[in-house]
């Protein structure tokens, strides 16, 4: 499960100092000093109880005409600070069921019951209410190739819920969470540490029952571009994704590679058999899967 943080109370420090001091330090949680730097952060913003709901106060009085659009205010995640020195802070809200846009939205819109890693770690603390419960996971990724269906061997830890002052690290690519509602509005703040390569890095979705992966959740724009360039039938565009069925470093973009030249049609099993030779346990498991999927339709 996500490790937990022990950091005592250190006063209190509003919005913009947190923000300053998160740029200036940065924030590298496999680094035993700056996770407890980044901790002492958000320790000293969650003591502040007034900040968030002048903030949120402030934004309704003022129609947002004062927040750059980069502030990125939503629905349930309030980005608080711009990414600065590869970090940065975010509040996300929890409602529970009883709530008006639980009940109008679904538990989905709220990640509820999907339960999922994470291809960046980030720190997080309970900063209002009882907080979402979460049954918690592990798995081991270096030894899980990505393909839907597959059993990385997921094993459960606890069930726990991300109450007032509790601090975890959530840990790229180990924990694995399904949230549950929480029992009453809750907040959560936390930072956020980005790396620019992690895109390249998968995140997925498990079905706790099986234990398998349900799909990829974070497919890039380079992905979608191969897709589009190759639909639009341009010659070098099916080149140059033939090239990356071959050699491409990432095997998401063999996959989309193949994928993307399977939608102009033609001999599809094909294609598909060439994929499954392809080198790629990832993309050979995917290709078996669509190839038989071609053979039952």
């Known amino acids: 499960m996500p490790r937990v943080i022990e950091c005592a109370s250190a006063g209190e420090a509003s919005l913009q100092e947190s923000i300053d001091a998160l740029a200036g330090a940065g924030f590298d949680p496999g680094d035993e000093d700056s996770l407890a730097l980044g901790a002492s952060i958000l320790r000293r913003l969650a003591n502040n109880r007034r900040f968030l709901g002048d903030l949120m106060i402030d934004c309704l009085r003022e129609r947002h005409r004062h927040h750059e659009p980069a502030s990125a205010y939503g629905p349930q995640a309030i980005v608080l600070g711009p990414l600065r020195n590869g970090s940065f802070l975010r509040a996300n809200i929890w409602p529970s069921e009883r709530d008006g846009c639980f009940r109008a939205s679904g538990a989905h819109s709220f990640v509820y019951g999907m339960p999922h890693d994470h291809n960046f770690s980030f720190l997080t603390v309970g900063y209002f209410g009882p907080g ?35 601090m975890l690290l959530y840990r790229a690519h180990r924990d694995i969470h399904s949230q549950l509602p929480a029992a009453s509005m809750s907040v959560s703040l936390n930072i956020l540490h980005i790396d620019p390569g992690q895109g390249w890095f998968d995140q997925y979705g498990f079905d706790l029952e099986s234990g398998a992966i349900t799909g990829l959740l974070n497919p890039t724009s380079t992905e979608v571009f191969l897709r589009c360039a190759v639909g639009l039938g341009d010659a070098a565009a099916v080149d140059l994704a033939e090239d990356f069925g071959r050699h491409h470093p990432s095997d998401r973009m063999r996959l989309a590679s193949y994928e993307a030249r399977a939608s102009l049609g033609g001999d599809e099993d094909g294609l598909w058999r060439e994929a499954e030779r392809s080198g790629s346990l990832m993309v050979a498991e995917e290709a078996t899967a669509r190839r038989r999927a071609l053979e039952r339709n």
């Open 132 to 166: 979402y419960e979460s049954d918690y996971y592990e798995y081991d990724y270096a030894a899980t190739a990505g393909y839907v269906g597959e059993t990385p061997g997921l094993r459960f830890v606890e069930r726990s819920a991300l109450g007032e002052g509790r």
